[in-house]
């Protein structure tokens, strides 16, 4: 049974056996002295040594876990033995000498650069881990913030997200070289900016023939793996397979993040434009607060439905940069749990102003007020609508409210939601009948409401004119505020709608009431629940009956008996019995009987 060892490398406590630790002792001594009169020594053994640790803790599955001599031999063949790196003055005489053992390179692993940065260092990290030049990406960066919009936000997330190569084995990975002795060593005496011009070419050469001859025994491992291995036709066609889900996945990375941004930025305009523009008052935003029946904060609502939205999207951006970015810096449990906290208040939050603004029109009540006309069953009583300057009355009538001032200079709601009703009486004067109607939370606010609605008409010469419009304070609110102008006429009386009441009155007659749209500009009898053209033409003359057995209209005429069913339209004549089905149309005649 072997001793356990408690060991701290670079800082980091490790439990190793104590065969793996005198092996690994042995290595780092080894180590030392190989680099005994090197410049930089200190750093790159420490740099070593963290290197060394980052690969145990890859590892190491828990905390416990012990350490045995198969990971250090695992460590060992990928940092590469101390004699691989010696080199002799005597070697730069000559031709290089040096002969080592390589690894092959690692995939590259993306960093922020702060050595070679201008604000945070994202650019020069973007172009090591694609390949480019650093000015093409800060080029892309200047089309994207100028262009697109999009470029300021994308680079602070990627600040934020994205770790910075600080220690000197994430800088080599950072360039995708294998982090071993040699590019630790390469990488330190590279900062040393007091190193003389001899020495740095020097540096350089032993450098540049250790490359390339990484190169040429790279390629030729590369060869004979090839050469030596063979792969059956089923693994080439998973690799084909993988190689087409990674490109698909990475273009899945680029949809979310492009969609995901775009929607945080118009999500940051919005809350910008509405929320903090409700906070400091500024003007534009009075249509809102008018609609904002509950009278919750618009700011309030503006920041949850932010949360609430910006939230999901933000995680999708982040889920498409972990996609296209291996070694992305994770935001964390507590920012993550935070989030999602976040997310869960907003959506809460959102609901209960949902359900107070719903609460708001969940009463529909009426105020009525009436008025008698000096119309008798032998007079003609003409209707006219009046609109006001003040008041656009060229909007639809169903276009909801609008604010405006009237002639006293006071800001006004006002909506042309105006229908009128006619219906007949037997009663020997006209009246009128104001129904203001309006909703509430409940029966008291929704009367007070209707109550408020200013809405006027006069009458002159045996002639009613009405207001085109409604109108009621801002303090009401929009709570569907409408105005029904129900008339009740004699019967003989004759009524002459103007063609501006045409868009107020309804397209079809309906439950008592006598006069449509069609109606208009023609003069009207009232009858006992109906209404007579006195000048349409023969051919406009309407013929209505309704009855359980007999229906005609424009549609045509409609019978229906216990025998049968007979239908006279534009079609043909269709009649229908038990025994003969009949129909005449302009394809010519057929008959089904029965035998």
């Known amino acids: 049974m072997n001793k356990t060892v408690n060991i701290n490398l670079a800082g980091i406590f490790f439990h190793i056996d104590e065969d793996a630790y005198l092996k690994l002792q042995r290595y780092l001594e080894a180590i030392k002295r190989s680099f005994t009169d ?102 892309a960066w200047i089309l994207l913030i100028f262009g697109a919009g999009t470029g300021i936000l994308l680079y602070i997330l990627l600040w934020i997200l994205v770790p910075e190569a600080k220690t000197t084995a994430e800088k080599i990975m950072m360039t995708g070289e294998p982090v071993n002795i040699s590019n630790i060593e390469k990488k330190i005496k590279d900062g040393f900016e007091t190193v003389t011009e001899t020495v740095g070419d020097v540096a350089k050469n032993v450098s540049d023939s250790v490359s390339n001859a990484a190169k040429n025994i790279d390629v ?100 498409g940069l972990k996609i296209l970015i291996n070694n992305l810096k994770s935001i964390g449990n507590l920012a993550k749990f935070s989030l999602l906290g976040l997310w869960i208040i907003s959506i809460i939050a959102l609901i209960i102003f949902g359900v107070r603004q719903a609460s708001e029109h969940a009463y529909e009540e009426s105020y009525t007020e009436k008025t008698e006309l000096p119309i008798t069953a032998k007079d003609t009583l003409t209707i006219k609508m009046v609109n006001n300057d003040n008041f656009n009355s060229d909007y639809g009538r169903h276009d909801n409210f609008k604010l405006a001032y009237n002639d006293n200079g006071d800001k006004v709601l006002y909506s042309a939601d105006i229908d009128i009703i006619v219906k007949s009486t037997t009663d020997s004067l006209a009246r009128v009948a104001i129904r203001k109607k309006a909703d509430g939370r409940d029966y008291d606010s929704a009367i007070e409401r209707a109550k408020n609605i200013n809405y006027n008409f006069d009458f002159k010469n045996n002639t009613l004119l009405l207001d085109s419009y409604l109108t009621t304070h801002p303090d009401n609110k929009f709570s569907d505020q409408e105005v029904d102008v129900v008339l009740y006429l004699p019967e003989s009386a004759v009524t002459y709608f103007n063609n501006s009441a045409k868009g107020h009155l309804d397209y079809r007659t309906y439950d008592g009431n006598i006069i449509s749209r069609d109606d208009t500009n023609h003069y009207m009898k009232i009858m006992f629940e109906d209404a007579e053209c006195l000048d349409c033409p023969e051919e406009n003359i309407k013929i209505k009956v309704n009855t359980p057995s007999v229906k005609i209209n424009d549609d045509g005429i409609e019978i229906h008996s216990n025998e049968g069913h007979l239908k006279i339209d534009k079609n043909g004549i269709k009649a229908e019995s038990e025994d003969v089905n009949l129909n005449i149309n302009a394809e010519g005649v057929e008959i089904d009987a029965e035998d």
């Open 220 to 319: 030729k491992k590369t060869g004979n793996s090839i050469k030596s291995s063979s792969r059956s036709f089923f693994e080439t066609i998973g690799d084909i397979i993988m190689f087409f889900f990674k490109v698909f996945s990475k273009f899945i990375g680029v949809l979310l993040i492009i969609t995901s941004a775009a929607t945080l930025i118009a999500l940051i305009v919005a809350l910008f434009s509405v929320g903090i523009a409700d906070v400091i008052h500024i003007p534009g935003l009075d249509l809102v607060e008018i609609a904002n029946t509950g009278e919750t904060p618009i700011w309030l609502v503006s920041l949850c439905a932010f949360f609430a939205v910006g939230i999901p999207f933000f995680f999708l951006f982040y889920l």
């Open 38 to 139: 090197t410049q930089g020594r200190s750093e790159i053994i420490a740099d070593i040594e963290a290197r060394i640790a980052e690969l145990f803790n890859e590892r190491v599955q828990n905390d416990k876990q012990v350490i045995r001599i198969t990971e250090v031999d695992e460590v060992i063949s990928v940092m590469g033995q101390p004699e691989d790196y010696l080199v002799d003055d005597e070697i730069f005489e000559d031709e290089p000498q040096a002969s080592y053992r390589t690894k092959s390179a690692t995939s590259r692993k993306l960093f922020r650069d702060t050595d070679n940065s201008y604000v945070g260092g994202v650019s020069s990290g973007l172009s090591h881990y694609f390949g480019v030049d650093a000015i093409w990406i800060r080029l």
